[in-house]
């Protein structure tokens, strides 16, 4: 008897009979367009709907690095039910980030019922697909501003300095979770820096950590809320793959589902309701205040004058971006600045203070270049953009510490038109992702990959190869971001190291890091101790 009647004869009914003929066909169509797609690369068999989820888990770019070890440098899997390349090598993502306007990889996805449903493919940047380059051009010029960098600068010192405060507070032979601290530290920042008006998420943290009595008191945040804003922030971005990776039936039908489609929706409702209330407000400020007064160098009042008459960075480089933006637009685009910019910063500098735990001479070479240049008594020195901007190793140390462990491990990128990657012809449609962190520890740019060596960076003949650190990613899509991120990553290195020693509570442990949206770090427990001076 074959496989197929020994089936059918334990179908019960006729309807049972007619589901599993359905399915039989299903599955052995399924695997006939599989085994006979254009292209084949290495890479493993999918199954019917779920693609290679089962063997993929909930950790995607680190079995990317397995599938790269046994695949090779370009691979395939599915996701669900899409195909999609995975690409190890920087010659092989040269295209993808070639920062030419003909560029055919600027996408990320291709059309999508379910972002278009919560609204993020005419808004904002990240997945905008009709006016990113408009966005994307405001909140570059907004965010590279000199007057707005200047003011990044000062503002992360106070908040560190107000971060101190509660450290003196606690007792310091008990550890501290430092990847908490970071993500309130840079929350603060980031909104101050975008709103002009703090978010008190480091006194919340503290609070959170002391019995009643100890907890401070702290004038309201400006989302008017006690909850976790940075819980907020992570809804935001899990809610765009969700709309991305479940069709319209599952998110609406199926209960859990459902479920999650509603809260995603209402977080996203929230969070613009709560800015458009915060920009409607700045505006009427704006517009009160004399013509003579400096308007602060914030992300809100530099998107909301620029290309009106109280225009504080007149730098268009874009021809179109030359109207004003409107509440709605800024409202996403303040959203984006927080989603992208929080969590990587702050995760970024958890991994460095890991890194500079684990490698004393790298401290030492920081110390000593800190040294250098602040000169005596730098404990005290104002820290600017121009004396961070000197510190050399400093940069070597967060590369280094963003090849070994970047905060965005993969990104994807779909091809607009039919093009050639890899020796093969794609239809246009195809998802390619560079597996970022493969290409990172790839020997074929690296000598010793995985070893922790800043020096690398500094000699001239290493590391030049194109595309070979993707951190910031590149092309017409890099990271607008990039500059303030590292602005402010060095002044929060520069305040923790000449004033404070940092050890790890388990010196011998391994560094705890899980994937979300972006490689995060679920805990760093550290004693912070004030130095001797
Ligand atoms: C260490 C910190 C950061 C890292 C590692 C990082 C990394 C990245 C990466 C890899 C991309 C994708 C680029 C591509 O597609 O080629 C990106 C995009 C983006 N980043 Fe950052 N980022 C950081 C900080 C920031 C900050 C502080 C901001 C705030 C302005 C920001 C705003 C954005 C935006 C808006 C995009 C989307 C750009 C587009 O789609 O055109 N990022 N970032």
């Not at 449903?117 to 697909?129: A, H, P, Q, S, V």
């Not at 509603?262 to 013509?291: V, Y």
């Not at 958890?350 to 250098?372: D, G, S, V």
Request: charged share 20%; proline share 5%.
């Amino acid at each position: 008897m074959s496989i197929a009647s020994s089936i059918f004869s334990h179908a019960q009914s006729g309807w049972q009979s007619v589901i599993l003929l359905l399915l039989v066909t299903y599955i052995a169509y399924f695997y006939y367009k599989y085994y006979t797609r254009e292209n084949p690369l290495p890479g493993p068999i999918p199954l019917p709907l779920l693609g290679n989820f089962l063997q993929i888990g909930w950790d995607l770019p680190r079995w990317a690095n397995k599938a790269q070890a046994k695949y090779g440098d370009a691979w395939e899997v599915w996701l669900g039910r899409e195909r999609s390349i995975f690409l190890g090598r920087a010659d092989f993502v040269e295209k993808i980030y070639n920062p030419s306007t003909k560029n055919n990889f600027t996408m990320r996805t291709g059309p999508s019922e379910g972002l278009d449903e919560f609204g993020y493919t005419n808004k904002g940047i990240i997945m905008n697909r009709e006016s990113w380059q408009y966005n994307r051009g405001l909140v570059n010029q907004t965010v590279t501003a000199k007057s707005y960098l200047k003011e990044l600068v000062k503002a992360t010192q106070e908040n560190f300095k107000e971060t101190e405060g509660y450290w003196r507070k606690l007792a310091s032979h008990k550890p501290l979770d430092f990847a908490a601290w970071s993500m309130c530290m840079v929350t603060d920042v980031t909104v101050i820096m975008s709103t002009g008006k703090p978010a008190y998420q480091c006194a919340i943290y503290y609070n959170s950590l002391v019995s009643d009595k100890a907890k401070i008191q702290h004038p309201q945040s400006v989302f008017k809320f006690e909850g976790d804003f940075v819980e907020a922030i992570t809804t935001w971005f899990y809610a765009v793959q969700f709309s991305y990776f479940f069709p319209k039936w599952i998110r609406h039908y199926v209960p859990v589902f459902k479920s999650y489609q509603d809260k995603f929706m209402k977080n996203s409702k929230w969070m613009l309701s709560t800015l458009l209330e915060i920009i409607k407000e700045r505006r009427q400020e704006i517009e009160c205040a004399p013509p003579h007064v400096q308007l602060p160098a914030n992300v809100l009042t530099l998107l909301l004058t620029t290309n009106t008459p109280r225009d504080m960075t007149k730098v268009s480089t874009i021809n179109s971006i030359d109207r004003p933006m409107n509440d709605a637009e800024i409202a996403e685009n303040l959203v984006e600045v927080f989603a992208a910019g929080i969590d990587t910063t702050a995760n970024s500098l958890t991994f460095m203070i890991w890194n500079m735990c684990k490698y004393p001479h790298a401290k030492q070479r920081l110390l000593e270049e800190m040294a250098e240049v602040f000169g005596p008594n730098l404990q005290n020195r104002e820290i600017t953009q121009e004396s961070l901007e000197k510190l050399i190793y400093f940069d070597a140390f967060i590369k280094e510490t963003a090849r070994l462990t970047p905060v965005v491990p993969a990104l994807v990128k779909t091809a607009q038109k039919d093009d050639e990657i890899v020796g093969f012809r794609w239809k246009a449609g195809t998802q390619f992702y560079t597996n970022i962190h493969g290409i990172h520890l790839n020997p074929a740019h690296w000598d010793n990959p995985q070893e922790f060596d800043p020096d690398r960076f500094l000699k001239i003949e290493s590391s030049k190869t194109k595309n070979a650190l993707l951190q910031f990613g590149g092309g017409l899509r890099i990271c607008p971001g990039r500059q303030m991120a590292i602005l402010e990553l060095k002044t929060l290195l520069v305040c923790l190291l000449r004033k404070y020693e940092i050890e790890l509570e388990d010196s011998r442990g391994e560094l705890q890091y899980s994937f979300g949206m972006i490689n995060h770090c679920d805990n760093l427990n550290v004693f912070i101790r004030p130095k001797a001076f």
